[in-house]
């Protein structure tokens, strides 16, 4: 019997050396496959990661163009409102100039059926020429400098809101 012993206790040994050696390659086998497979994500998760760099990249690319264009566009609009503005401010400059060394009178239009008892015409002609016409009178030099600068000041205004205007519409898109 004691041979029978040894052989079932070799035959169980030799039984548990190939299950064992089954399970331990079961086991490298599911390990390598489950290895593939993380390693076939992670490749797809790198690519998924670098085209969305990628696309990152390109609308950051696009983004700096429009702002660089918008940049020189903004640069240019503004050298030509200051070219606009010093213009403006020039020619109000020599209009006073003008008032104040008496080159230039600036006057004003009368209302002519204001005159009481003239029907609306002028009874004389003034010493200077012989035109019947409206009657004109001057204004006070101070006066016409101050007229002067007011509508200089809306000048400027209106140049101002023409530059804003444009700026609305190139930043806004509409054209």
């Known amino acids: ?40 994500q992670e490749a797809a998760h790198q690519t998924e990661r670098t085209n969305l760099a990628n696309a990152n990249s390109a609308q950051i690319l696009a983004e700096q163009g429009k702002r660089l264009a918008l940049e020189q566009w903004l640069a240019a609009s503004d050298q030509s409102h200051y070219r ?5 401010k020039k020619k109000q400059a020599r209009l006073l100039d003008r008032l104040t060394t008496a080159d230039l009178r600036l006057s004003v239009l009368l209302d002519a059926t204001a005159s ?12 200077g020429g012989v035109v019947h016409g ?13 007229i002067i600068g007011i509508t200089g000041d809306g000048d400027q205004g209106l140049i101002a809101l023409q530059a804003c205007q444009a700026y609305s519409k190139e930043v806004s898109g509409a054209k």
């Open 116 to 127: 009481v008892g003239r029907d609306g015409v002028q009874a004389t002609t003034g010493a």
């Open 134 to 146: 409206a009657h004109r009178a001057q204004l006070d030099p101070e006066h016409a400098q101050r």
């Open 1 to 40: 019997m004691k041979i029978d012993a040894v052989k079932w206790g070799g035959v169980l040994l030799i039984s548990l050396a190939l299950m064992a050696g089954s399970a331990w390659a079961a086991w490298e086998w599911q390990a390598n496959a489950y290895g593939q497979r993380l390693a076939a």
């Open 84 to 88: 606009v503005l010093t213009d403006e």
